[in-house]
């Protein structure tokens, strides 16, 4: 069974920068993709970053692009987000996740373990 927690959410001011971090149990971790997904409230979960198994090749949705930063230390069976320059459309819930395949992976139905979340919240 594979365990993703999430760790690094809080509130910050626009502008302003958090690193995520999402630690997972297993000794498979460095086979797999892993992904960062966001759910703001009333909208559906979405893309943010993707990585493949072993960090050569990195994904980001339009709107984080030169913002966001995903990276993953297979030492530590922890992939991290650098989220810069937040802003206030970026407040959400944040979830990692395990892709079904070493490569990158963009859409939700290719990964198929997920973390609880953590809250990220951005004020103006």
């Known amino acids: 069974q594979v365990q993703l927690v999430e760790s690094g959410g809080g509130l910050v001011q626009a502008g302003g920068s958090l690193r995520l971090s999402c630690a997972a149990s297993g000794r498979t971790f460095s086979s797999y993709g892993m992904g960062w997904f966001r759910q703001a409230p009333e909208k559906e979960r979405e893309f943010v970053a993707g990585?493949?198994?072993?960090?050569?090749?990195?994904y980001y949705a339009d709107s984080v692009k030169d913002r966001f930063t995903i990276s993953r230390d297979n030492a530590k069976n922890t992939v991290y987000l650098q989220m810069n320059s937040l802003k206030r459309e970026d407040t959400a819930i944040y979830f990692c996740?395990?892709?079904?395949?070493?490569?990158?992976?963009?859409?939700?139905?290719?990964?198929?373990?997920w973390g609880q979340g953590t809250q990220v919240t951005v004020s103006s």
């Open positions: 996740a395990r892709g079904n395949a070493p490569g990158l992976r963009v859409g939700a139905d290719d990964y198929d373990y």
């Open positions: 990585i493949n198994w072993i960090g050569t090749s990195t």
